[in-house]
């Protein structure tokens, strides 16, 4: 078994809270961090209910006939796919907890009946559901590195389709600047977004040119089969350029607008975690180096390369928009 060195924010809980005071309501994180702290019976209800899904996990998802999909070989990797029990028990779901091993309660997670609503600056606003868009959409399968901002990184088989599949069915009107995706909101199920503290539900957004790019990808699957909840089913955002945080889980609302959405991490900690969040070696984060990575599963250091490696295909969204803050 390999063991994974914590840096950065996933510092342990109790080492945790300090840096997260930083965004005010200090006196209630206090008290969240310490309940979590004692967490074993806080997290029992979870688990139970979790329990009590399991017939409703267990039904075969209405699309699984789609998987394994045909490989799209044009994104290629420079490294092995990380082992799918690796990356399935190494996860950032902050809805199900700040720790790593959140998979078993994700599963309480339920994701059908999961409706996707799109709006905002749309020629009509309309609800689809996931199988029927799935379906609609079609999918492929496509290989991409995923580098968090915490300094590790995986490579992952993710099935799906382009994102910019969703922005043409939506229809989106000429004014519209940007893309706003919403994580569903269920507190009952989703026991981490009790925690006041957090902006809930998780939001990120992309310009139009970003989500129009051929590489923004909405996986519904990965390693061959329908998308395992912890990496956020039925539907998740891979945006292989930016640092994982951009890539938004278990999505349930796009809204088209001209203003640059407040995403989860900005609205928590402006002064670490930016809209654009690129990858970018040569910018540390306030708090630790960018300029390489772990890759888990075999704990290897790699250097981290400029946009994750992607620069071919997205250094041209940036031309122009040197003074932005692209790289945090
Ligand atoms: N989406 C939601 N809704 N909640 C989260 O906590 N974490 C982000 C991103 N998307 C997160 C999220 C972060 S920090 C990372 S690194 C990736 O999901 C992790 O995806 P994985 O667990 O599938 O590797």
């Known amino acids: 078994m390999n063991i994974i060195r914590r840096r950065g924010w996933e510092i342990p809980e109790s080492q945790l809270t300090p840096e997260h005071l930083a965004f005010n309501r200090r006196k209630l994180l206090i008290g969240g961090a310490a309940a979590m702290a004692l967490s074993p019976v806080a997290l029992s209800p979870v688990a ?85 868009l799935i379906r609609k959409m079609g999918i492929e399968e496509r290989t991409y590195r995923h ?60 310009t139009m040119a970003e989500a129009s790019n051929e590489l923004a990808f909405l996986a519904t699957g990965a390693y061959g089969h329908p998308i395992a909840k912890q990496h956020g089913a039925p539907i998740r955002l891979a945006v292989p350029w930016k640092y994982g945080f951009k890539s938004v889980k278990s999505i349930n609302h796009f ?27 040569a910018v540390p984060h306030p708090r630790w180096s960018q300029a390489d990575e772990e890759i888990i599963g075999t704990g290897e250091r790699k250097p981290t390369l400029l946009f994750n490696g992607y620069g071919e295909f997205v250094a041209d969204i940036y031309k122009g928009l040197e003074k932005e803050r692209l790289w945090a």
């Open 255 to 281: 809204t088209f607008t001209d203003k640059q959405p407040k995403t989860y991490w900005e609205a928590l900690q402006a002064s670490e975690y930016g809209f654009w969040a690129n990858v970018n070696p």
């Open 147 to 206: 580098r968090c901002v915490e300094a590790w990184s995986m490579a992952i088989a993710w099935s799906g389709f382009p994102l910019a599949k969703l922005v043409e069915l939506a229809k989106p009107l000429g004014s519209a600047k940007y893309l706003e995706m919403k994580t569903f909101m269920d507190p009952k199920v989703a026991f981490g977004q009790k925690k006041s503290w957090y902006p809930w539900p998780y939001t990120e957004g992309l």
């Open 48 to 132: 139970a209910q979790a329990q009590r899904v399991t017939d409703v996990a267990t039904l075969p998802d209405p699309t699984a006939d789609l998987y394994p999909a045909k490989l799209n070989a044009k994104y290629k990797l420079d490294r092995p796919i990380t082992d799918e029990k690796v990356n399935g028990n190494y996860n950032n779901f902050y809805e199900f907890g700040e720790q790593k091993t959140i998979a078993s309660t994700a599963q309480a997670l339920n994701t059908r009946p999961w409706t996707i609503k799109i709006d905002g600056m749309v020629e009509k606003p309309f609800e689809i559901g996931i199988d029927d």
